[in-house]
């Protein structure tokens, strides 16, 4: 599976992004999908993650919970994260994954257990 993030950017605290992941080459459906972020001298965090059959399966780090919200799309092969209420921490490199998955309901929280991996969108929030 290909990944391609996309819809990063520099903004003002507060506003909202919205990031986009583009898949090819596989049965979407048949992965779970998070996205992750790494900040400057970090390690790369877990943001967001949502089941393969979507909905209300997902699964969000505290720090985001409210502010986040992350969705997909099956037919269309895309995923995304809509972010609101932004803050400077929230500046970051951000990544979105995707893991095959049997159980159509769960999610990974953790990066080694992502297989595939896109490329990247710059996020920076200035106060």
């Known amino acids: 599976v290909q990944l391609q993030a996309s819809g990063g950017g520099a903004v003002q605290a507060g506003v909202s992004l919205r990031l986009s992941c583009a898949a090819s080459?596989?049965?979407?459906?048949?992965?779970?999908v998070a996205w992750f972020r790494q900040a400057p001298g970090k390690e790369r965090e877990f943001v967001a993650a949502?089941?393969?059959?979507?909905?209300?399966?997902?699964y969000y780090v505290d720090s985001v919970k409210g502010r986040f919200t992350i969705s997909r799309d099956n037919a269309k092969n895309t995923a995304s994260l809509q972010m609101n209420s932004l803050k400077p921490d929230d500046t970051a490199v951000y990544y979105c994954a995707c893991a095959r998955m049997a159980n159509p309901y769960s999610v990974y929280t953790t990066r080694p257990a992502y297989d595939f991996w896109g490329q990247g969108t710059q996020v920076t929030v200035s106060s």
């Open positions: 949502i089941s393969r059959s979507g909905g209300s399966n997902t």
């Open positions: 080459g596989g049965t979407f459906s048949m992965y779970a």
